[in-house]
């Protein structure tokens, strides 16, 4: 939140730009399609054996555009081997010519260490004349898709939201903008009496703040919540500060103008 214009007469406070909405999202959907896109999902290692340690083998790696077929001589081909990176592992295939991700991404899903066994088993039988491993990881593909759907959604459902306290009028306006809709509500500027703080702490802790004004009624008017003290802090000063310079009293007739109340 932040203050556009602060007068005598007026104030006007928005809670978020246009802009804001759509930098997250181009972020959030860049990471999408670049999981999509780039993440190996399924991996495929395909060996056929014509006499000894004479043949080759084919390693097929599929994503969104496409696949990636990697050559691998039988001769050149040592064994296979699981490799451990903290939580996740990843099976590695050892040639003569430097080790070759089996999978180019690493996770915990399939039996690693079965996988290189059966390596390490068709490498040294020389009776063996097939092997064909797969690794179907493309559910992983969900990360990226939500990340693509998280940032649609943040333009989607995303509202600028502003504030505007009109003292030649006497009227509160909130206009609340989106790309699914605007809405505009209106409120007697005397039949807002103060502003109220209401602190939250949420299932992981984090506190939020949201600023409430209060109107005649009890009702109450809820600003989008925050965790910046300090912005929660100065939007209630400028909101209170603005009520007590223009002491007004009054009705609203249906038509939102305000009128003096008698004394």
Known sequence: ????????????????????????????????????????????????????????????RSHLLGSNIQEIQLATLQGAKVERLGYKSRVILVTSVGDVPFSANSTNWGNKDAAASDINFFVKNAKSRLLRLSQDDRFLG??????????????????KETYSFDGSSNTLTVKRRGLLGRTVMQR?????????????????HDI???VRLLVCGGDRISLPQTMN???QVEMTKAINNYLHARSL???????????????
């Open 1 to 60: 939140m932040k203050i556009i214009k602060q007068t005598a007469d007026e104030l006007i406070i928005q809670t978020k730009s246009i802009l804001d909405f759509w930098l997250a999202s181009c972020l959030l959907m860049t990471f999408g399609l670049i999981g999509l896109t780039f993440d190996y999902h399924a991996v495929t290692l395909s060996c056929e054996r014509s006499h000894q340690k004479q043949g080759n083998c084919q390693l097929v």
């Open 142 to 159: 969900w990360t990226g898709g939500i990340f693509l759907l998280a940032g649609v959604g943040v333009i989607a459902l995303g509202n």
């Open 188 to 204: 007697c500027l005397g039949d807002i009496y103060g502003v109220e703080v209401d602190r939250t702490i949420d299932r992981d």
């Open 208 to 210: 939020w703040y949201q």
């Open 229 to 231: 003290p300090y912005e």
């Open 249 to 263: 009293q009054g009705v609203c007739s249906e038509d939102f103008s305000c009128k003096p109340s008698a004394d």
